[in-house]
């Protein structure tokens, strides 16, 4: 079956540690998102990337990078510069051709102590 | 910069009643899609309904319908016929020419019997 994998569920790390969180699909799409969920303020947009070997910040995209070299890959590293890097974070992909609705990652949750 | 505002962080609805959950948002683009996304408590992200803005006739989609609103920038959804598993966030995004999500900070529906 199609879909989009996130991994590990939970992760949990030392502060000034950087880690990085997989996201591989299987769709063939073109498009692939990070968001980070908070409680109360909904999903926010970390980074996108619209091709292979491009990508565009997002409106919350300090602390974070990613790479974008496969076309199923797109994995988020969180810095030891990301203030407060404990928090759900989801993959997702699009088509990427026009408007098209996105495609959601089960998450993983990230606890930095 | 696109907004989507969701004012009621909690709704309650009984089982086989009717509950509308609200949602306006602020552009100044005239091409743009609308979408209202449901995350049950395992967190998975499933799209419920989409709305594309140049078309006038509200979508549905079985038990769930929108009422759209495109002068006043108002998208709210309504669910007909509450079942307990229609228990979630719901989330209302908006997305246009640049081709990422913006998301609304959610609304918490339960469903009692």
Same mark, same amino acid.
């Given at each position: 079956d199609g879909g989009i994998t996130q991994s590990p569920k939970y992760l949990f790390r030392k502060e000034g540690q950087n880690v990085t969180l997989s996201c591989e699909q299987?769709?063939?799409?073109d498009a692939m998102y990070w968001y980070r969920q908070d409680p109360g303020q909904g999903l926010r947009l970390i980074y996108y990337s619209q091709i292979v070997n491009d990508f565009q910040k997002g409106d919350i995209a300090e602390g974070y990078s990613v790479s974008r070299e496969k076309k199923e890959s797109f994995p988020l590293t969180v810095t030891?510069? %990301?203030?407060?890097?404990t928090a759900f974070y989801l993959c997702a992909s699009s088509i990427g051709q026009g408007i098209s609705p996105l495609h959601f990652g089960n998450g993983t949750r990230l606890t930095v102590t | 910069a696109q907004t989507v505002t969701q004012s009621q962080p909690e709704m309650s609805v009984q089982e086989a009643e009717t509950v509308t959950l609200s949602c306006t948002y602020d552009t100044s683009e005239s091409d743009y899609y609308l979408f209202w996304y449901k995350q049950p408590p395992s967190r998975q992200m499933i799209l419920v309904i989409r709305q594309e803005a140049y078309k006038q006739q509200n979508a549905t989609e079985n038990r769930f319908s929108v009422n759209f609103q495109k002068a006043a920038k108002s998208f709210s959804l309504k669910i007909s016929?509450? %079942?307990?598993?229609?228990?979630a966030m719901y989330f209302c995004a908006y997305t246009g020419t640049a081709s990422k999500l913006t998301f609304g900070t959610g609304t918490r529906l339960q469903v009692t019997l």
């Open positions: 299987n769709l063939n799409h030891s510069a %990301q203030k407060n890097p | 016929d509450s %079942q307990l598993g229609d228990a």
